[in-house]
């Protein structure tokens, strides 16, 4: 059975930073992209970032989507079939739930996530 | 980036309706669509991928169609468990992106 069982909820003030994780398990890691969503308090979807664990034991692909660029780092332990999110500085505007999800291969092609962790409610406040 | 313009952003339906939702997309592309469904306090569930495969496990009144800039997310005969909030995402290329969402509210 796929999982993902995220780490629990946070609450941070405006400047620390913070990496949440991600733990996989019932699927080859190594072989699936790994997506990040957030979703701020009332609002709609918005897809953050890629990453590709890959079988190498270096490196692995990442990407980010423009609003998010600099704003956080993934990474991800192959070790541990464990993902991360992590902020060096946040912002009260950094609120909200955060999703990962092992997302869904069509041959080389990502397909949208098919298997979601049950997110991360991270809340920053003074 | 592809921008997916999501309408309705609500609809009031009853048990038994057929409820269609619709993505227009700001450029032609083909077949890397998905459509979930969130309720409150929830993760996404997948529904349709590559725009008209049901996922596993999902009933048959959920089906998915369109092409080029249009695709549509149908339900056919709503079940009380249907109400709740319903996106597309395009996957064709990064970054990539929901539509706005769609709550779909009891009449």
């Known amino acids: 059975e796929v999982q993902l069982v995220q780490s629990g909820a946070e609450v941070k003030k405006p400047g620390e930073s913070l990496k949440i994780s991600c733990k996989a398990s019932?699927?080859?890691?190594?072989?699936?992209?790994i997506g990040w969503v957030r979703q701020m308090p009332g609002k709609g979807l918005e897809w953050m970032a890629i990453?590709?664990?890959?079988?190498?034991?270096?490196?692995?692909?990442?990407r980010y989507s423009p609003s998010f660029q600099g704003q956080v780092t993934v990474s991800v332990d192959k070790s541990n079939d464990t993902a991360y999110l992590q902020w060096s500085s946040l912002k009260a505007s950094d609120t909200g739930m955060y999703y990962c999800?092992?997302?869904?291969?069509?041959?080389?092609?990502?397909?949208?996530?098919?298997?979601w962790g049950q997110g991360t409610l991270v809340t920053v406040s003074s | 980036d592809i921008q997916m313009t999501q309408s309705p952003s609500s609809v009031a339906a009853s048990v038994g309706d057929r409820v269609t939702i619709t993505c227009r997309a700001s450029?032609?592309?083909?077949?890397?669509v998905a459509w979930y469904q969130q309720t409150p306090g929830k993760a996404p569930k997948l529904l349709i991928y590559?725009?008209?495969s049901l996922h596993t496990g999902v009933p048959s009144r959920f089906s998915g169609s369109g092409s080029g800039t249009q695709y549509t997310l149908t339900i056919s005969g709503l079940q009380p468990e249907d109400f709740a909030t319903y996106y597309c995402?395009?996957?064709?290329?990064?970054?990539?992106?929901f539509g706005q969402g769609t709550k779909v509210e009891i009449k």
């Open positions: 999800g092992k997302t869904k291969t069509e041959g080389v092609a990502v397909a949208g996530i098919d298997y």
């Open positions: 019932g699927y080859s890691f190594t072989s699936h992209w």
């Open positions: 990453i590709y664990p890959g079988d190498s034991d270096a490196s692995f692909d990442a």
């Open positions: 450029r032609t592309f083909n077949t890397w």
């Open positions: 590559a725009a008209s």
């Open positions: 995402l395009q996957a064709n290329s990064f970054p990539y992106t």
